[in-house]
């Protein structure tokens, strides 16, 4: 479960100097030279000579600098910097475009740090360190020495640059930082040649990340690692080598369908693989933007929130086929065997399927806290309204594949909050997302997964529960902050929060409150599905029998429930 840090959300955004090796911009380092000047002690009367001298020199230099600006192109400008970031556009992350032989740190992130290095890279695993090798002939992959250089045997006087990165991306939350490996960047003169030799040579660059911290829970496996890995390799289409800190092989088993999506070459175990691998560049760090999300404006290509889903349909459906095709062969072998068994002279009974498509309920279901207590009620009224129900219990071991074919071919999920909600993500956009909220988990409940599925394009429904809908209810008293102020509860800590909310209470729906919101989501779904026109006449003719039937068993239909029936038999919401 995720912590509930409410923390600024920072986006990447423009910045005077956001690398080393940058420049300021001249006109900007004028503006404040002359607005320190003007605010110090200096400015007097009696210096006024000096001061209009200095101003008629900055005034000149402006002139020089802007004069190519004002009567030549955009182009020629730009060549008056050296700076490594090409593209400035506020909506182009920091140090995406660098020169080489330069390392460049966006730190400027809540969620994450990123440092990129160009040029001649070489990993030392041994001391978790990555050099970038500046070339004085400006070559790269020299190999002029044939022995690997130990290094505590390095030239100290050498080194240019030092930048340290723990590439994860919880950056803000010390306590879990404080487990995630350290990379130590350093950039070092290339002059004696005094370097490792590469053992591995890479044609295209690598991207390193952690799979420490929260991993081994689904939330923070997709939201601070998947999806971060999604939004930083997309603009190397496959062409990106990924390495990996506090690698795990149940991960990359879990995990490897979405990342072969990702890469056309199999990960790095950065810890347990000593050679020397040689990178033209490397990307330290991951990319976040918010809660399971992709914010497209800060793609390129407008890449979206979207297109990660479809790249999961890509991931899982050659997995997904091979489970039908070993379904539809145990279903033949089957029938063929029914078939055997079967007199000659039987005849075959017709079955005839019913031309309406029920709408497809799954129900993530939970055991102990946050458990539904009376879910087998509510999944016999789910039936009963017209759903064919499906309920999933998964666990770590759990196939990502098998969860994916449920959601992704349902038209609801219902689940309380807690991790398993992030398998939101698997249904198709403009399905229903009913996500239970219990007692002290409202603002989490949100940010975390309901708004994240609005952007997806779920039709995300919210039920609150009430205070006695909460096992909470029979422990404490109707006026303890627990129940009356579950916000105040959630201020004294998180260790409240998951003690009381998380870990400590249960869930009895109120059926009949329930019932509202399952009947809003089949009226959504049902009619999605089964309006046609071509159908329209058997839907008139059911709404038929069904009205005939019910005056028999002698009920009373009131005026006013006409056309609600009548809008669930033709998908028709008019009366006339």
């Known amino acids: ?32 030279f002359l607005m320190e000047f003007a605010n110090s002690g200096y400015y007097y009367k009696r210096t006024s000579p000096k001061l209009l001298y200095l101003l008629f020199i900055s005034f000149l230099s402006c002139s020089f600098i802007l004069a190519p600006h004002l009567f030549s192109s955009t182009t020629t400008f730009s060549l008056l910097y050296s700076t490594p970031v090409e593209d400035m556009d506020v ?26 290095m160009k040029g001649d890279v070489r990993t030392h695993s041994a001391s978790s360190t990555i050099f970038l090798y500046r070339s004085t002939e400006g070559s790269s992959f020299q190999n002029r020495v044939s022995d690997v250089v130990e290094e505590n045997e390095e030239d100290e006087t050498g080194e240019l640059e030092h930048e340290k990165v723990k590439p994860y991306t919880r950056k803000w939350e010390t306590s879990v930082m404080d487990t995630i490996d350290e990379l130590q960047l350093i950039a070092k003169k290339d002059t004696l040649g005094m370097h490792h030799r590469c053992d591995v040579q890479h044609d295209v660059p690598a991207v390193f990340f952690s799979t420490g911290g929260y991993t081994g829970n689904v939330y923070h496996e997709f939201n601070d690692g998947i999806m971060p890995l999604f939004i930083t390799s997309q603009r190397f289409n496959k062409k990106v080598v990924f390495v990996i800190l506090d690698y795990h092989n149940w991960w990359v088993t879990k995990y490897g369908d979405i990342v072969s999506q990702l890469s056309d070459y199999p990960p790095i175990d950065f810890s347990g693989d000593t050679r020397t691998h040689c990178f033209p560049e490397v990307t330290v760090g991951l990319r976040i933007h918010d809660e399971l999300t992709v914010d497209s404006s800060l793609m390129e290509g407008n890449v979206s929130i979207v297109d990660f889903r479809n790249l999961l349909d890509r991931a899982y459906w050659p997995r997904i086929k091979s489970l039908i095709e070993d379904e539809e062969r145990e279903a033949q072998e089957k029938l063929s065997a029914s078939l055997a068994s079967k007199s000659s002279f039987e005849p075959e009974s017709a079955v005839q399927e019913d031309q309406f498509k029920k709408p497809k309920l799954v129900i993530i279901s939970r055991n102990g806290s946050r458990a539904i207590t009376n879910e087998n009620l509510m999944v016999r009224m789910a039936a009963q309204i017209g759903f064919e129900v499906n309920v999933l219990r998964p666990d770590r071991t759990t196939e990502l594949a098998k969860i994916y074919r449920a959601l992704n071919a349902s038209d609801v999920m219902i689940g309380v909050h807690g991790a398993a909600m992030t398998h939101f993500m698997f249904m198709k956009p403009g399905s229903v997302f009913i996500q239970v909220v219990p007692l002290g988990t409202e603002w989490a409940a949100k940010e975390y997964y309901g708004e994240p599925a609005r952007k997806l394009g779920l039709k995300y429904i919210g039920y609150q529960i009430l205070t006695r809908e909460s096992s909470l209810y029979a422990k404490y008293d109707k006026d303890d902050p627990v129940l009356r102020d579950p916000e105040s509860v959630n201020k004294m800590g998180w260790e ?19 019932r509202k919101r399952l009947v809003r989501a089949y009226g959504y779904i049902f009619h999605r599905l089964n309006y046609h026109p071509h159908l329209q006449s058997r839907r008139i003719m059911i709404f038929t029998m069904h009205a005939n039937i019910v005056s028999r068993m002698h009920y009373c239909i009131h005026p006013n429930q006409v056309p609600k029936l009548w809008e669930r038999y033709t998908g028709v919401s008019s009366w006339n």
């Open 91 to 116: 909506n182009v992350p920091l140090c995406s475009s660098i020169s080489n032989g330069t390392i460049c740190c966006d730190r400027s992130n809540v969620r994450s740090d990123i440092c990129v």
């Open 1 to 32: 479960m995720a912590r509930y840090q409410r923390h600024q959300h920072h986006q990447w955004r423009k910045v005077e100097k956001p690398c080393a090796a940058a420049e300021e911009d001249e006109e900007s380092q004028t503006t404040t």
């Open 496 to 514: 409240y929060t998951k003690k009381i909310y998380l870990d400590g209470q249960t869930v009895r729906l109120d059926l009949g409150r329930f």
